[in-house]
């Protein structure tokens, strides 16, 4: 398998995501792999050996977070008691198990929404990443999100909300109910969605009748 893929155009370096996994204090070993979704697209899966069983999927999520960029992050951490290896010594990747949805789910008990904003949210959650299934403490990135999906989620919500919905945000408030305590509480941008449309569209103008001004004037020459 070739350890340089794609993700959403970027060049990926799988031995550089098991270079930085195996760093973690509580692994033992690391196999990187990528496999093709429906969309065609490629999902990182880790598998790891851990140490002992002080590991936690969840801090190891967040350690990765931090080492490395978000596209580098593998969508599913699954731990195996041994890699597997062929008569060569090498790492047999066809006698890798299967990962499971199990492996991903940080909340062990699904919470519904307790009020209308987180179930706002997870209406939109639901539409996007295609599961009934989520809870309010479900991080987004441990239940199929991704960056490509994320915008989509920015888009939808801000046309729910009627909110300018920073970008950041959503990856700092990654579940259902720190998020809803963010727009409620935090203060989001107060700027009517509608008006930020309208702004955009003015600048795009502005862009087009300078367009057509050198346009213009180069006709003239």
Do not use: C
Request: hydrophobic content about 35%; overall charge positive; glycine content about 4%.
């Amino acid at each position: 398998m070739d350890d340089q893929i794609k993700i959403r155009g970027i060049r990926v370096e799988l031995g550089e995501i098991k270079s930085i996994i195996s760093n973690h204090p509580h692994i033992q070993e690391a196999v990187i792999t990528a496999v093709s979704t429906d969309n065609y697209e490629k999902k990182i899966i880790a598998y790891i050996v851990p140490k002992s069983n002080q590991l936690d999927i969840k801090e190891l999520r967040t350690y990765t977070q931090q080492k490395m960029p978000l596209y580098m992050v593998p969508e599913i951490f699954m731990k195996i008691k041994s890699i597997p290896l062929n008569s060569n010594g090498k790492v047999d990747r066809n006698r890798l198990p299967e990962p499971t949805s199990d492996e991903v789910r940080i909340s062990d008990v699904n919470v519904p929404p307790t009020n209308i904003t987180e179930r706002k949210i997870k209406e939109v959650w639901v539409d996007i990443l295609k599961q009934d299934n989520i809870s309010i403490n479900d991080n987004f990135f441990d239940v199929g999100g991704h960056s490509l999906l994320i915008l989509q989620v920015k888009t939808k919500l801000e046309l729910v909300f009627e909110k300018k919905i920073e970008l950041m945000d959503l990856f700092q408030y990654p579940t259902i109910a720190t998020l809803s305590a963010r727009i409620n509480n935090a203060g989001l941008d107060n700027t009517p969605f509608e008006s930020l449309r309208a702004k955009g569209k003015d600048r795009r103008r502005a862009l087009q009748d300078r367009r057509k001004r050198r346009e213009n004037l180069n006709k003239q020459r």
